[in-house]
């Protein structure tokens, strides 16, 4: 048969490549396609319900409206579009996405560059994400690591891309993103770093700024400067590389000295106080739903004050007296707080020792029985015998075995002789003790033994100075606060508003006048001498078992205020007294206060018609007051007259001033 010159030509390998290579793109493009649809089935739900989350943010404010502390998320003000801070934007850009103007949203060469270092490590160690890709995470999604997660954010990028200009795409990530401290957005940023706008920041402070988006907590301008310049540099580095800066810029901002917002120790401290109030919120309103700004009793120059004095006497002290901590407690006689100082240093210790803490007051609590004895009918000249005394197992002595045999109360509290106090709360008995500690605003836990005379029951700083304000008032149930106001920070609705209300009358005017009267005599012949100042000061001292804790509590007409040094482990200080460092810091801290130029003011409202305990007072005394020189029940022991001033006898002023006649077990 003839040759057919016409059968059909076997392809040739390139054609068949070209061929295969375009079914092969046509089914990748197709299985693609579906992966994307498959992914992109929930895009509507997370366009129309972002998961972009962040907590509240509480604004704490001093009494004179300047800021205290922040917590939670801080949102400040937007940046807008047509202002985006040059500075920040260029560092930005150099940094996070150096092709931004010129690509849809995806990056594929960054994605590549991922892709292999993601296969060659075996993890998720980068993302490749452009600036556009992680406002669409900020936005929308989650911050967990997933394929599907990436697929979905690279979608929404591009959708962002569609819907945005770049300026605005830049504008809402500056906005969005995290940058340490609680801070979303630039601008949040720029105030709680520097205390200043986005475009008042230096080239460095942008640079800080922006080298955070790496790692907000290691690169701190506050928490790590030195880590936080390092990233500057290199953030530098890049603007330079990028053609944003040129090298003499850079070698000045790399080279300046120009840091973050000083904090300072004294800053640092007021943190005490803005705890305080923000561990207290509940007690004030239900959990709150945005953000909301809190205004309290804070005076910026008494709490700055109290704090300085504290750790002026700490580290002048701390070798050779063995004292690492102080507190203190600082009130005006309505209650309202205006300095609460819980430690020393707030950077070393959060603890707040004024709210937190439980410690023996010591010698501190007498007042309160002798405040239980008056009203059972006892004064001021009551005699009573200072002698050793037993009461089964238990022997309380004074300290250095030093007893004075028959005195007046006034003297006993002076020289805070213990067999007194305790001969006084076996008389009245100790229910009653704790019923005046109740009605003193005193909650906690009291152990009903005669030791408790002695101050053995531990009690928060800051009942103390209740206690203490209870007394100042006259006998009117004062309680502290540090709260003026809560209101929602953008609608400025309130939501709690403190009312002055008329304080009850707990006790007797005339048996408060008396116990001032006797500590008066503290201050001026006794134990308290160190809290001598030109002015009216009535207190008392208190040193527990081995000098463990030292206080001074104490009042002007003005102030209330207490003290304290210790130890946190509860080991003795070397011979420290309330009546040594305490009285005296006590002294230096309300000095400060009366030089506070712009004084808070205060107003205590004292209920007209009485109420409280006090109408119930005259129901307690149920017998004579007993004759304690010699633990008989009979008529009251009392000398005449002397009710109105307070004793100057040389018979009983002490060995030294300021130092304690004290205990074995509980000085001073």
């Known amino acids: 048969m003839p040759r057919n010159y016409y059968a059909p030509q076997r392809p040739s390998i390139l054609r068949r490549l070209i061929k295969w290579a375009f079914v092969l793109g046509l089914w990748g493009l197709i299985i693609v396609s579906c992966v994307a649809l498959w992914f992109a089935k929930d895009l509507p739900d997370l366009i129309d319900n972002p998961k ?55 990056d ?80 949040a940023a720029a105030r709680v770093y520097f205390d200043k706008s986005p475009d008042q920041l230096t080239l460095q402070e942008a640079a800080m700024i922006a080298g955070l988006l790496k790692a907000p907590s290691k690169y701190s301008p506050t928490g790590n400067p030195k880590a936080a310049r390092e990233r500057a540099k290199t953030v530098l ?31 640092q401290a007021a943190k005490y106080f803005s705890d305080y109030v923000v561990d207290t919120l509940d007690d004030y309103i239900a959990t709150p739903k945005t953000d909301i700004v809190i205004r309290t009793t804070m005076d910026p120059q008494v709490q700055q004050s109290t704090s300085a004095t504290l750790r002026k006497y700490v580290e002048e002290n701390k070798a050779k007296l063995k004292v690492s901590e102080g507190a203190s407690v600082v009130l005006r006689p309505d209650g309202s707080m205006l300095a609460l100082v819980g430690g020393v240093d707030y950077s070393e210790s959060q603890f707040n020792r004024a709210s937190q803490g439980l410690r023996q007051p010591g010698s501190s ?45 006034i003297d006993a509290l002076t020289l805070s002789m213990n067999t007194v106090s305790v001969k006084l709360a076996d008389a009245i008995g100790v229910d009653k003790v704790i019923n005046t500690a109740r009605r003193m605003g005193i909650t906690a836990d009291l152990v009903p033994n005669l030791s408790l005379a002695l101050g053995s029951s531990e009690v928060p700083m800051i009942e103390m ?67 001598r100042g030109p002015f009216f000061v009535a207190g008392k001292t208190g040193t527990s078992q081995d000098h463990r804790d030292a206080w001074f509590d104490g009042f002007t007409q003005d102030y209330v205020a ?17 009546g040594s460092l305490a009285s005296k810091a006590w002294r230096d801290i309300i000095v400060a206060a009366k030089a506070d130029e712009t004084p808070s003011s205060y107003q205590l409202v004292k209920d007209p018609r009485g109420g409280g305990f006090a109408d119930m007072i005259d129901g307690l005394v149920s017998s004579p007051f007993p004759n304690l020189l010699d633990g008989t029940d009979g008529n009251m022991g009392a000398a005449q007259g ?25 000085n001073d």
Do not use: C
Request: charged content about 20%; overall charge positive; aromatic content about 10%.
């Open 365 to 409: 609590f007498k007042p309160i029985v002798y405040l239980a004895a008056i009203e059972q009918g006892a004064n001021q000249d009551t005699l009573v015998e200072d002698a050793p005394v037993s009461y089964g197992r238990y022997r309380p002595t004074n300290f250095g075995n030093k007893y004075y045999g028959v005195v007046r109360l």
């Open 465 to 531: 100075a209740g206690a203490y304000a209870t007394i100042a008032s006259g006998g009117y149930a004062v309680h502290p606060y540090a709260i003026t106001a809560i209101e929602e920070k953008d609608s400025h609705k309130k939501l709690y508003e403190y009312k002055n209300d008329p304080a009850p009358q707990v006790f007797r005017a005339g048996d408060v006048q008396m116990l001032i009267n006797m500590m008066v005599s503290v201050v001026q012949n006794g134990t308290g001498q160190g809290a």
């Open 562 to 578: 207490v003290v304290w040094f210790g130890n946190d482990d509860n080991s003795p200080m070397k011979n420290v007294t309330g």
């Open 237 to 267: 580095a890049l603007m330079l590389e990028s053609g944003y800066i040129n090298e003499k810029q850079f070698k000045m901002a790399s080279s300046s000295k120009t840091l973050q917002k000083p904090s300072k120790e004294d800053d």
């Open 642 to 666: 002397g009710q109105g001033t307070y004793s100057n006898s040389p018979r009983f002023s002490p060995d030294r001033p300021g130092d304690n006649v004290g205990y074995s077990r509980f």
């Open 108 to 187: 594929p060469i960054g994605i590549a560059r991922a892709a292999y270092v993601n296969f060659t490590q075996k993890g998720l160690h980068q993302g490749g994400s452009t600036i556009t890709q992680q406002l669409a995470k900020n936005l929308f999604l989650s911050q967990e690591k997933t394929y599907k997660r990436k697929i979905q954010e690279a979608l929404l990028a591009i959708w962002l891309e569609h819907e945005l200009t770049k300026d605005e795409i830049l504008a809402a990530y500056m906005n969005r993103v995290y940058l340490g401290a609680g801070t979303y957005g630039v601008s």
């Open 52 to 106: 972009y989350e962040r907590k509240i943010s509480i604004t704490v404010l001093a009494n004179d409206g300047t800021l205290i502390a922040r917590y939670g998320d801080i949102k400040e003000g937007n940046i807008s579009a047509k202002h985006l801070p040059k500075n920040v934007t260029n560092a930005i850009i150099a940094t996070e996405d150096r092709r931004f103007y010129y690509h849809y949203g995806i």
